[in-house]
């Protein structure tokens, strides 16, 4: 009989961790796919768990394969840094707050088109894929901002390579980050540590539109705003408020991220807000020593789950440690020549073509 994702979730809870709890638990097992007797998924640990998480890693395999209707289990572990702990105190400024009333949607001052990075659950890829398309459409010419708006889990700031919080000098206007040609902001960023965790609705409709007001985003051809995944207050604000010229959904090619990822869509879709197409991300892994091949996560679902939704394909996404390394280095893999930055550069260049960015 073939193994449920229940059965191998109640079987990894097995893999205790030395701090306490285990894999499960601590939400540590992503992009979870059952294909056949086989069975994948991406353990992703915090950056200082790191290479200290391979025995968890082998061990989680050793089990998969004991399980009944489990024949291959392939788990690749990955690392993510938070936050900086010494990041300085947010600015001083009267952040969040009930929103202020608007008739319907209103368009950023100076801003042509905003571009809503999204995504159905977390670590598919969403930030990555974000802060990568930005880079890749400031190098063709365009005058890009990137706003974090994921603020359970801001991550940009790294990838971007930038340390510093947004200052505001008079209480009023933020100025915002500047990397990599790119203009940014951050909401995770205005917010003091462990704050996030207790913001809901008004608060958040609020923050949100003064950052797309009080920022001095300047003149921009394009924002793209990295969403926090799922439907939450900040997706509805931001569909509500702001005029978006729309959508892009990242998913990785299985199943559940899609069936969520569809969840995603259909808001958009009720909110009018145009889906503009679908990425798919982690897409085929590479061996980076032998450059062998492998699609981990199935292949092409996102791809077919676009064509039977009338979306726009806009490209694929390797799983490559190079893209996972630059963005904890602060270097999108975008501002180089490899081939992956091609392929980044390959989908803003599709966005441009299509009037999008
Ligand atoms: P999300 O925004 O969807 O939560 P992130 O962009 O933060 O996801 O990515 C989660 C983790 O996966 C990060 O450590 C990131 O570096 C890594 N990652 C994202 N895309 C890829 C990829 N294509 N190949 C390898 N690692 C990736």
Same mark, same amino acid.
């Given at each position: 009989?073939?193994?449920?994702?229940?059965?191998?979730?109640?079987?990894?809870?097995?893999?205790?961790?030395?701090?306490?709890?285990?894999?499960?638990?601590?939400?540590?097992?992503?992009?979870?796919?059952?294909?056949?007797?086989?069975?994948?998924?991406?353990?992703?640990?915090?950056?200082?768990?790191?290479?200290?998480?391979?025995?968890?890693?082998?061990?989680?395999?050793?089990?998969?394969?004991?399980?009944?209707?489990?024949?291959?289990?392939?788990?690749?572990?990955?690392?993510?840094?938070?936050?900086?702990?010494?990041?300085?105190?947010?600015?001083?400024?009267?952040?969040?707050?009930?929103?202020?009333?608007?008739?319907?949607?209103?368009?950023?001052?100076?801003?042509?088109?905003?571009?809503?990075?999204?995504?159905?659950?977390?670590?598919?890829?969403?930030?990555?894929?974000?802060?990568?398309?930005?880079?890749?459409?400031?190098?063709?010419?365009?005058?890009?901002?990137?706003?974090?708006?994921?603020?359970?889990?801001?991550?940009?700031?790294?990838?971007?390579?930038?340390?510093?919080?947004?200052?505001?000098?008079?209480?009023?206007?933020?100025?915002?980050?500047?990397?990599?040609?790119?203009?940014?902001?951050?909401?995770?960023?205005?917010? #003091?540590? /462990?704050?996030?965790? !207790?913001?809901? @609705? $008004?608060?958040?409709?609020?923050?949100?539109?003064?950052?797309? =007001?009080?920022?001095?985003?300047?003149?921009?051809?394009?924002?793209?705003?990295?969403?926090?995944?799922?439907?939450?207050?900040?997706?509805?604000?931001?569909?509500?408020?702001?005029?978006?010229?729309?959508?892009?959904?990242?998913?990785?090619?299985?199943?559940?991220?899609?069936?969520?990822?569809?969840?995603?869509?259909?808001?958009?879709?009720?909110?009018?807000?145009?889906?503009?197409?679908?990425?798919?991300?982690?897409?085929?892994?590479?061996?980076?020593?032998?450059?062998?091949?492998?699609?981990?996560?199935?292949?092409?679902?996102?791809?077919?789950?676009?064509?039977?939704?009338?979306?726009?394909?806009?490209?694929?996404?390797?799983?490559?440690?190079?893209?996972?390394?630059?963005?904890? #280095?602060? /270097?999108?893999?975008? !501002?180089?020549? @490899? $081939?992956?930055?091609?392929?980044?550069?390959?989908?803003?260049? =599709?966005?441009?073509?299509?009037?999008?960015?």
């Amino acid at each position: 009989m073939a193994v449920t994702q229940d059965q191998i979730l109640a079987a990894l809870t097995k893999i205790e961790l030395a701090d306490g709890g285990n894999i499960v638990s601590r939400d540590m097992v992503r992009a979870l796919s059952i294909e056949g007797e086989t069975v994948r998924f991406v353990l992703e640990v915090p950056a200082e768990h790191g290479p200290a998480m391979e025995p968890a890693r082998a061990a989680a395999e050793r089990l998969l394969v004991r399980l009944p209707g489990v024949t291959k289990a392939s788990v690749i572990l990955t690392a993510h840094v938070s936050a900086p702990k010494s990041a300085p105190p947010p600015p001083n400024l009267q952040f969040g707050g009930h929103p202020k009333p608007q008739k319907g949607p209103e368009r950023v001052a100076g801003v042509d088109r905003i571009l809503a990075i999204a995504s159905g659950k977390g670590g598919v890829g969403k930030s990555t894929v974000a802060s990568n398309l930005a880079v890749a459409l400031a190098r063709q010419g365009r005058r890009v901002g990137l706003l974090d708006a994921d603020i359970y889990g801001p991550s940009q700031h790294r990838m971007m390579g930038l340390n510093k919080r947004p200052a505001s000098p008079d209480g009023k206007q933020i100025i915002p980050l500047k990397n990599h040609g790119v203009t940014f902001m951050s909401m995770g960023l205005m917010l #003091k540590e /462990d704050e996030a965790v !207790i913001w809901r @609705g $008004p608060l958040l409709m609020g923050a949100l539109q003064q950052l797309l =007001g009080q920022v001095a985003w300047g003149e921009l051809d394009v924002l793209i705003i990295d969403l926090p995944p799922g439907t939450g207050d900040v997706q509805l604000t931001l569909a509500q408020k702001t005029v978006v010229t729309g959508a892009i959904i990242v998913s990785t090619p299985q199943d559940i991220a899609l069936l969520d990822a569809r969840k995603a869509i259909n808001m958009f879709v009720k909110t009018n807000t145009p889906v503009l197409g679908m990425i798919e991300n982690m897409s085929v892994y590479i061996c980076p020593n032998c450059g062998n091949e492998d699609h981990l996560f199935g292949h092409g679902g996102a791809k077919a789950e676009a064509d039977k939704l009338g979306l726009t394909f806009r490209g694929e996404i390797p799983l490559s440690v190079e893209i996972r390394l630059a963005s904890d #280095k602060g /270097d999108p893999v975008a !501002i180089g020549d @490899g $081939p992956v930055a091609s392929i980044y550069a390959d989908i803003a260049k =599709g966005l441009i073509d299509d009037g999008f960015a």
